[in-house]
């Protein structure tokens, strides 16, 4: 008996997990309690479930309200293929669409919420043929000022956010100063390895001789005119002033 029992929980589970056999309808996800500063606008967040694929032109949203005092259930959100604000009431411009269908959020927001908005938020989802399920509930409390649960989340989302710039800053600041002293020492390690030359120094095989020549200027005394400047090796002249005393010694022989 058990056995076939534990056959049948599986043939069950293989049935729902292949789409076969359906399981549920409508289901909707709201955030419960909550709480807004007087003057500010809060966002009435509502998601949902449904078993069957979204239809967009199909599928409804309805927000209603219940004051927390005596008073009737009034309108104040309803959604068919577009948005549809209430046309009168305590809302009555007061309320925006903030979900996405295809995103299964059917979320709105209040503006500049007041005391009167104290009360009891429904929203109800319609998804044919899931067209039964739960109501989400939203019980809002408008306060003067923020409680200091909300002061202190805030606050240490603030300095949360501060001291992690501050954090990414410092490795930055860090990794750039590594990298800076990365790259003196390796260009002091090579350093020493360059040989450092002299340009004012020559190659023995690359330097140039220069010859000095030297220029002579005959004067004429006859007729005081100036010969043309000749130029001649040092070496040379004193080749024929010697060519020239062998001459005059063999003439005195």
């Excluded at 004067?219 to 010969?227: A, L, N, P, Q, R």
Aim: aromatic share 6%; net charge neutral; glycine share 8%.
């Amino acid at each position: 008996m058990c056995v076939k029992g534990f056959y049948l929980l599986a043939v069950l589970s293989g049935l729902a997990a292949s789409g076969v056999l359906r399981v549920g309808g409508m289901r909707v996800y709201t955030s419960g309690d909550m709480e807004a500063v007087n003057g500010t606008d809060v966002r009435l967040k509502c998601t949902f479930q449904s078993s069957s694929p979204i239809t967009a032109s199909t599928l409804t949203v309805s927000w209603t309200f219940r004051p927390l005092g005596p008073g009737r259930e009034e309108s104040v959100f309803y959604y068919h293929t577009k948005p549809y604000p209430p046309p009168d009431g305590r809302f009555r411009k007061r309320t925006v669409w903030a979900g996405d269908i295809m995103g299964r959020d059917a979320s709105i927001i209040v503006r500049e919420v007041k005391f009167t908005y104290n009360g009891t938020y429904s929203c109800q989802v319609k998804n044919p043929p899931d067209a039964h399920g739960n109501v989400g509930e939203i019980r809002l409390r408008v306060v003067t000022t923020a409680s200091f649960s909300e002061l202190l989340l805030l606050a240490l989302a603030i300095g949360g956010g501060i001291a992690a710039v501050v954090v990414l800053l410092v490795i930055i600041v860090s990794c750039r100063r590594c990298r800076r002293k990365r790259q003196r020492q390796e260009d002091s390690e090579e350093a020493p390895r360059k040989e450092r030359k002299d340009p004012t120094v020559c190659h023995p095989s690359r330097s140039i001789h220069l010859y000095l020549s030297e220029t002579s200027v005959e004067i004429d005394s006859s007729d005081g005119m100036i010969s043309e400047a000749s130029t001649k090796d040092p070496s040379s002249s004193e080749e024929e002033e010697r060519s020239t005393d062998e001459d005059e010694g063999g003439d005195s022989d």
